[in-house]
């Protein structure tokens, strides 16, 4: 998968499980979940619940603050040796909560310089983050990007949160929409790896997504993950609760399909928690929580 990628790329991506498929057997990442708050909505959302655009939908994670994830970060590191990514992805925004997030990438990149730092966010705030990302080393940024056209995103995004104001409709994904591309090309420009999610809903966004890949791609984004839609009534999002249904796995696969050609697709992707632990599909959280890491000191 990854030989036809130039040299410099292959070099930062070979141990990362996510950004490489054969890393995924060997490597591990774990998730500190720091950053509670959100910036927007997404109709696929119930705030109670981790951030669905990167991590599982459905599932609460043990919130952190930044010495205690700090702490469980060289807990984990000690004890799994092939654990070569630090993430962080939620529960919310990792980018609304930026003292958070990056008082947890400084620390580790000083105490623990051999982890990559990952994260993952909706874009919103990331134009104004990127030389704080670029100054700590964080080569693996993750945008989710559900549309490039503000009329779906309006059907995605009820409202965001902007410049002090609520802003809903068009409006609002027109300036998300931006936000996101805005951030995209200054990434690429900086020679920052950016991988793409994008959630598929069907009937909403699934037939745009193959233009969405086109584009990202033109901009740099070196790899493309399409995520099915988890909505259950039972979580309380507005799509669960509207019975909007997510994709089916041959739905999925013919997606991932039609965009090969033109991009690197993920298909491992394994939806994880915003404090998962280990290998991509096995977690291993439970044997690291709060009240175990400090019985361990
Ligand atoms: Fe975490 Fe995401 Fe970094 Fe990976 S997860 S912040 S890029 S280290 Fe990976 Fe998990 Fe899928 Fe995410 S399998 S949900 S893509
Ligand atoms: Fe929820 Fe994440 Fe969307 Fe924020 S960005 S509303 S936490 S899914």
Redesign the pocket.
Known sequence: QLNHLPEHIRAKVHNH???SEEAHHYYA?M?VAVAPACNIQCHYCNRKYDCAN??RPGVVSELLTPAQAIKKTLAVAATIPQMT?L???GPGDPLANPERTFATFRALSEQAPDIKL???TNGLALPECVDELAKHNID?V?ITINCIDPEIGAQIYPWIFWKNRRIRGIKAAEILIEQQQKGLEMLTARGILV?V?SVMIPGINDVHLAEVSKVVKAKGAFLH?VMPLIAEAEHGTFYGIMGQRGPTASELKALQDSCEGDMNM?R?????RAD?VGL?GEDRGSEFTLDKIEAME
């Open positions: 499980p996510c950004y990442r998730h990167e991590s990514v993430g962080i992805a990952c994260v993952s693996h993750t991988k999610n993950n993920m491992h992707c394994r939806q994880c998962a991509l």
